[in-house]
């Protein structure tokens, strides 16, 4: 594991968009495999910021989307509403390479049978994930086994009680999501978490027991991850790092 613990959330943001963009820059097609949510927001500002002066070019790229609420796509509530607001119109990004679970698929097997079939066409490059703070990566959410590929599951009702924090209204009981397996098949995992509320849980992820209760913890397993926190985040004194991780300082702002 690389970890990474940054002075400030918008520090932690700048850094994660670097590591995106540097995989843009890397010769031919790049699979990203992205996240949505609050803390994904500073990091696609920077990495739109990086986009502009020439640095993060997405014209090569080919996007995925770990999970969407089951709802339409045109609903402002959706993922792909989200991202289009965030990051795709505001990129050089073929709408034709942009995947996206259709959260209102009247056959959500066969929707994510489909997206299986379009991820195992070739590795994604990078799955860039976030973190709840009950542990669950994308809407593999907490319990007793985990969905190993695509599937449609239940919102916990922490995970949707976090939602309506963020000012959801109705929120969706149900989402297609990502499978655990499908996100570890990556070549790249990088996760950023940010702020007080995610410090226990991160914390639980990257040193407690590899468990279904905590679906983050099985990125650990990964051998191409890398973490990206704040200092916040981090908790006090740094009580999961087995050694002390390096304190990067923010980069000029261009």
Same mark, same amino acid.
């Given at each position: ?9 918008? #520090?932690? #943001?700048?850094?994660? @968009? ?10 031919g ?11 994904? =927001?500073?990091? !696609? ?7 502009? $002066? ?6 090569? @790229? ?23 607001r965030?990051? !795709? ?9 942009v ?8 056959? &959500?097997?066969?929707? $994510? ?13 990078l ?11 994308? !809407? ?7 969905? &190993?590929?695509?599937?449609? =599951? ?10 309506? @924090?963020g000012?959801?209204?109705? =929120? ?19 996760l950023?978490? %940010?702020?007080?509320?995610? #410090?226990?849980?991160? @914390?639980?992820?990257?040193?407690? &027991?590899? %468990? ?25 004194g ?7 991780p ?5 980069? &000029? $702002? $261009?």
């Open positions: 594991m690389r970890l990474e613990v940054l002075p400030s959330p918008r #520090a932690a #943001a700048r850094r994660a @968009a670097e590591k995106v963009a540097s995989v843009l820059r890397r010769r097609t790049r699979r990203l495999v992205l996240a949505s949510g609050r803390t994904m =927001v500073p990091v !696609y500002e920077e990495l739109v910021r990086l986009h502009r $002066s020439g640095r993060a070019p997405f014209r090569r @790229a080919e996007t995925f989307n770990l999970d969407e609420l089951a709802v339409a796509a045109g609903d402002p509530r959706s993922f792909r509403s989200f991202m289009e965030h990051l !795709y119109s505001q990129v050089d990004l073929a709408v034709s390479h995947h996206f679970l259709r959260g209102d698929a009247p056959d &959500p097997p066969k929707e $994510s049978r489909r997206y299986e079939k379009e991820l195992a066409r070739r590795l994604p490059d799955v860039l994930v976030g973190i709840g703070t009950n542990g669950h990566v994308a !809407y593999v959410e907490p319990g007793e086994t985990l969905v &190993p590929e695509t599937a449609r =599951v239940r919102l916990s009702v922490s995970t949707r009680r976090g939602l309506a @924090a000012g959801m209204r109705p =929120v969706p009981r149900e989402a297609l999501t990502m499978g655990i397996e499908s996100i570890l098949a990556a070549r790249e995992i990088l950023v978490a %940010t702020g007080k509320a995610k #410090a226990r849980i991160v @914390a639980a992820a990257l040193r407690g &027991p590899v %468990t279904p209760r905590c679906p983050a913890s099985f990125l650990s397993l990964h051998p191409g991850l890398s973490v990206i926190l704040d200092r916040a985040a981090f908790g006090r740094g009580r999961f790092a087995t050694r002390r390096r304190v990067s300082k923010p980069g &000029p $702002s $261009s």
